[in-house]
């Protein structure tokens, strides 16, 4: 099955512990992208990587790193420096190549830092 | 910067009634709207996507319009049903063909 996934689906950490959640798609897309998700809100862009090696800050991109060192992979990094980190995280993917750059989403991390 | 403002923020209609949802940017110069779905705790589902060119998209029950020039978008659900039940966001794709920007969502409520 074609697709992104996201592990884990929930999360606890102590506040000033940095945390790594995994993002994995198959789809061969070369676009990957970070939302954060706060109740009652609409999506966020967190980091985007249109290629491997490269990414580019979002809107919200302070306290949180990521890397792109493989096509399929893009993990995101909430580190102590993030004032409230609690929230839905959700992974996206596109396909530059087709050109429309329909993004397609994984199922969703939920951080509860305490 | 681009803005994207959904109204109404929340819905509740009886089943089998045809509904509109709107979606306004302050933009114009997007590439593309798209439109998801998206359950309690759950990722986002694409509904459609309408492309800078194109004025609206089909698929099922679901109609999407792009009526650029004003800077709004629609989503026409005809028949609704209790599955229909749902958050459905609108997003604003920029001329670089990457970052999305969304509205903060219509929580619809299809009742029996």
């Known amino acids: 099955d074609g697709g992104i996934t996201q592990s884990p689906k929930y999360l606890f950490r102590k506040e000033g512990q940095n945390v790594t959640l995994s993002c994995e798609q198959n789809?061969?897309?070369?676009?990957m992208y970070w939302y954060r998700q706060d109740p009652g809100q609409g999506l966020r862009l967190i980091y985007y990587?249109?290629?491997?090696?490269?990414?580019q800050k979002g809107d919200i991109a302070e306290g949180y790193s990521v890397s792109r060192e493989k096509k399929e992979s893009f993990p995101l990094t909430v580190t102590s420096a993030q004032k409230n980190p609690t929230a839905f995280y959700l992974c996206?993917?596109?396909?530059?190549?087709?050109?429309?750059?329909?993004?397609?989403f994984g199922p969703g991390t939920r951080l509860t830092v305490t | 910067k681009q803005e994207v403002t959904q109204i109404p923020a929340a819905l509740s209609v009886p089943e089998g009634e045809n509904l509109v949802l709107n979606c306004s940017f302050t933009?114009?110069?997007?590439?593309?709207l798209q439109w998801f779905r998206q359950d309690p705790g759950k990722g986002l589902t694409s509904l459609l996507l309408?492309?800078?060119?194109?004025r609206e998209q089909t698929s099922g029950r679901l109609n999407a319009s792009l009526d650029k020039s004003s800077g709004r978008s629609t989503l026409y659900i005809a028949a609704s049903q209790p599955g229909d039940s749902a958050t459905y966001l609108c997003?604003?794709?920029?001329?670089?063909?990457?970052?999305?920007?969304f509205g903060e969502g219509t929580q619809l409520t299809v009742n029996p």
């Open positions: 996206a993917s596109s396909d530059r190549g087709l050109g429309a750059y329909e993004q397609y």
């Open positions: 789809l061969n897309h070369d676009a």
């Open positions: 990587s249109q290629i491997v090696n490269d990414f």
């Open positions: 933009d114009s110069a997007i590439y593309n």
């Open positions: 309408i492309q800078s060119s194109q």
């Open positions: 997003a604003a794709q920029e001329t670089s063909g990457s970052r999305l920007t």
